[in-house]
């Protein structure tokens, strides 16, 4: 038999390739790992580079035009997966960028492909269409034209939430776009009724509500709360908190979350009112959240219990202290968000859930959210730089060792709060 005939034999000096390691020799850790806190800009950095001709010129705005043409194009057609994919493209490009101009010039054509398919498409084609519709509400801001939008949606959007055939998911995103639209646009007593429509759908539903759309419909509450006078909350508050309180013993973690955050903010408003208030069941609403804040379940992960412990340690905290919760987010190097409510945090997470990791671009450029928070005009291009990889580093190791002290003053069981 010829040399070579069975295969080369490899001597010592070979290389030797184990499961494609030669190929991430080049990687160094700096390169794979992930600045903490630095989700957002990350994404919205990477997935912002696609529309970025849309600031650079009339050659990219054209180009951002003819892509929205061309996903509205796929919404009309016979096939449902099409029809879904252009409606998911849309999404991704106004969660992605601030397109107010593009926006003006088709508000009417987006309105009638969203009524359209909320009308006679499939459940995932309408999941999609309502996400469309929370998301071009944060686009358009408290305007004339996000209150047509409002009105025309309302209708269609209520008869699919009180839909108990369709989907958990499209229920959820239904009582998004509702809730949504109320904060944007709605006034007092309209959010009241609106809030009144969610409480009786957790109480008459036939069967148990899916987790998803328990979970949306106590964010949503909470979210439209926000947007009710103080007094109206302070006099319906124990309802609220009864109603609320046992999703707290929920199976999923993000309901429970939900119910407490919801709790916290009817607490809030309330003692804005009356800072006597005390609530009928107290006691009880303290107990189950500290049991939450010191979880050890056994039949929970440890990732689960970590999570938990660290979301309710600040809600017993502002229950029984009324110490308020302080979260901050730096935006850029002249600019950070600091938030000091339940309200905020509360407004915060629910349109950070619709924007995914465009929320830090919407904070930089979209004037209605930077109202919201306070937050004044847009920083002009140059002033809105983001910081590089280095210097967040630098700046989050700093913070390391007090964050450290910090949970463990929090973990320990002397401490006051339990």
């Keep these: 038999m010829p040399k070579g005939a069975r295969g080369e034999k490899k001597g010592k000096g070979a290389p030797r390739r184990r499961g494609g390691r030669d190929q991430e020799e080049d990687e160094t850790p700096d390169d794979i790992a992930s600045v903490a806190g630095s989700g957002g800009?990350?994404?919205?950095?990477?997935?912002?580079?696609?529309?970025?001709g849309a600031e650079d010129g009339p050659e990219g705005i054209d180009d951002t035009r003819s892509r929205i043409d061309d996903f509205l194009t796929q919404t009309e057609h016979k096939n449902g997966g099409t029809r879904e994919r252009g409606l998911s493209g849309l999404c991704l490009m106004f969660s992605k960028s601030y397109l107010p101009d593009n926006l003006e010039s088709m508000q009417e054509t987006l309105l009638a492909a969203i009524v359209r398919v909320l009308k006679r498409g499939g459940d995932a084609e309408k999941t999609q269409a309502a996400r469309l519709a929370t998301i071009l509400l944060l686009q358009l801001?408290?305007?004339?034209?996000?209150?047509?939008?409002?009105?025309?949606?309302?209708?269609?959007?209520?008869?699919?939430?009180?839909?108990h055939t369709k989907s958990a998911a499209l229920r959820a995103a239904a009582s998004r776009a509702l809730s949504l639209g109320g904060f944007v646009v709605g006034e007092a007593l309209d959010n009241v009724a609106l809030v009144k429509r969610f409480r009786e759908s957790l109480q008459s539903s036939s069967k148990q509500l899916a987790d998803a759309v328990v979970t949306s419909i106590l964010?949503?509450?909470?979210?439209?709360?926000?947007?009710?006078?103080?007094?109206?909350?302070?006099?319906?508050?124990?309802?609220?908190?009864?109603?609320?309180?046992?999703?707290?013993?929920?199976?999923?973690?993000?309901?429970?979350?939900?119910?407490?955050?919801?709790?916290?903010?009817v607490y809030e408003r309330a003692w804005k009112a009356d800072t006597d208030f005390v609530s009928g069941c107290h006691e009880d609403v303290v107990a189950t959240l500290k049991t939450l804040a010191t979880d050890h379940c056994h039949h929970r992960s440890r990732s689960e219990k970590k999570e938990g412990r660290a979301q309710f340690r600040p809600i017993v905290m502002y229950l029984e202290q009324r110490s308020n919760p302080e979260e901050a987010l730096v935006l850029s190097k002249h600019q950070s968000l600091r938030m000091r409510s339940w309200s905020d945090i509360k407004t915060y997470s629910f349109f950070r859930d619709v924007l995914a990791s465009g929320m830090l671009l919407?904070?930089?450029?979209?004037?209605?959210?930077?109202?919201?928070?306070?937050?004044?005009?847009?920083?002009?291009?140059?002033?809105?730089?983001?910081?590089?990889?280095?210097?967040?580093?630098?700046?989050?190791?700093?913070?390391?060792?007090?964050?450290?002290?910090?949970?463990?003053?929090?973990?320990?069981?002397?401490?006051a709060c339990f």
């Design 219 to 265: 964010s949503s509450c909470a979210l439209l709360l926000t947007r009710i006078p103080d007094r109206i909350v302070m006099s319906q508050a124990d309802m609220y908190i009864a109603e609320f309180s046992p999703y707290l013993e929920a199976k999923d973690p993000l309901t429970r979350v939900a119910s407490g955050e919801a709790i916290a903010v």
């Design 41 to 52: 800009t990350a994404c919205a950095a990477g997935l912002s580079s696609d529309s970025e």
């Design 362 to 415: 919407h904070l930089n450029e979209n004037s209605f959210v930077r109202e919201v928070f306070g937050l004044g005009a847009s920083l002009p291009p140059g002033e809105a730089t983001e910081y590089s990889k280095d210097e967040k580093r630098r700046i989050y190791s700093s913070m390391k060792l007090q964050r450290h002290l910090d949970r463990n003053y929090f973990r320990d069981k002397r401490s």
């Design 141 to 163: 801001g408290c305007s004339d034209e996000a209150a047509r939008y409002v009105d025309e949606l309302t209708p269609v959007l209520e008869t699919i939430f009180s839909d």
